[in-house]
């Protein structure tokens, strides 16, 4: 049976989540953005209503996130005095207080992503690391974690790019991810992944290390302005490969984009290559590709921008993009993240899409650090 101090917190919690998130004022909020949207030529500049729509359900979802949790604690609140009168068990208080406690969580969870990109989709691109084909199946099993992940999250997934490996696994992907947040969520995932474990691809049956490098970017649409210069594009086309049926092979619908990029604020160059084979229509293809060529450039602005702002807080941990963040050691049955410290034995579990606890311990650990 949970204790009154446990009751007691719980509504407190609620109480507070009200007051932090300024639930009163976003609902005046909301009433005076729809408004907008019912003026005359309000969808004249489609990109200009398309946000506007986006911001009113931005600003909803969180209402809506707290009216939930309202309404389980006045459950619970039902629940405990019913307790008192033998109406119901001590197991439908614990059920109700369950519910409550998980909802609240999950938007204080939330609540740690408010820098301006969170909201966004993204895209996640897996490269495999040296080693041939242990390391093409590591990338493999990663692309599978995360399909999983954004199935029991309810996200749409789509596969824009794939190279299969030689004999087994991938060499890269390249991924999709659609829904509120699933930048916010997934950005703690940047980095190179190691895999420990007894190869199966190995005679001796040695242990063996592997590395995969994940990339997470916001995806850009069309409501967020990204120079691109067209001087310094070229384009490449090609027959994609893999299942698809005659098409696939006669006709040139994969498309390569390169992309002359110069840092502006260290003058390094380097040249941005994007692969898309999503679909056999090569004008669509060109499409996602500049798309996900406005979103590398949006989030190497976002990045320089959180690198001055570690510099400002030097006495704050430092976010190391694209540093080896996790080891998956299978035989030892341990997942641990080196960042935080987080670590698991339910190895299964997390190569089945387990990975919120990494995520939440992640932005425990730094959502100060990229306000």
């Not at 699933?182 to 049956?205: D, I, T």
């Not at 959180?306 to 190391?320: D, R, W």
């Amino acid at each position: 049976m949970i204790t009154p101090d446990q009751f007691k917190e719980a509504l407190s919690r609620v109480q507070d989540l009200k007051q932090h998130l300024n639930i009163d004022a976003k609902q005046i909020q909301v009433e005076e953005e729809q408004l907008r949207t019912q003026a005359p030529g309000f969808w004249d500049d489609p990109k200009k209503a398309e946000a506007q729509m986006k911001k009113v359900k931005g600003l909803q979802s969180w209402i809506d996130g707290y009216k939930e949790i309202k309404a389980l604690a006045d459950e619970l609140e039902l629940s405990m005095e019913f307790f008192k009168e033998q109406l119901v068990t001590e197991e439908e208080v614990e059920q109700a207080y369950n519910k409550t406690i998980n909802a609240i969580d999950a938007l204080e969870f939330k609540n740690m992503l408010r820098s301006e990109a969170d909201s966004m989709d993204c895209v996640l691109k897996i490269n495999s690391g040296a080693g041939g084909t242990e390391s093409q199946d590591w990338a493999s099993m990663l692309q599978r974690m995360y399909m999983r992940w954004a199935e029991n999250n309810n996200y749409k997934l789509v596969i824009s790019d794939l190279q299969e490996g030689d004999e087994a696994g991938i060499k890269s992907v390249t991924m999709e991810i659609h829904g509120m947040y699933s930048y916010g969520y997934l950005k703690s995932e940047n980095g190179v992944h190691r895999l420990v474990r007894v190869s199966p691809y190995n005679a001796q049956g040695k242990r063996m290390t592997s590395f995969a490098s994940v990339f997470v970017t916001p995806l850009v649409d069309d409501t967020i302005e990204v120079n691109i210069n067209p001087a310094l594009m070229s384009w490449d086309t090609f027959r994609s490969g893999g299942a698809g049926g005659q098409n696939v092979n006669k006709v040139e619908s994969g498309v390569r984009l390169r992309y002359q990029y110069k840092d502006p604020y260290t003058g390094e160059e380097e040249e941005i290559l994007i692969e898309n084979t999503e679909t056999r229509d090569q004008p669509k293809n060109r499409e996602r590709a500049l798309q996900h060529l406005r979103s590398i450039l949006y989030d190497k602005e976002l990045k320089h921008r959180m690198e001055e702002q570690a510099k400002i807080e030097a006495g704050k941990k430092k976010i190391e993009w694209g540093s080896q963040i996790r080891s998956y050691v299978f035989d030892d049955r341990r997942v641990k993240d080196h960042r935080t410290g987080y670590q698991t034995s339910d190895v299964n579990g997390v190569m089945d899409g387990g990975i919120d606890e990494f995520i939440k311990a992640y932005l425990t650990a730094f959502s100060e650090s990229q306000e």
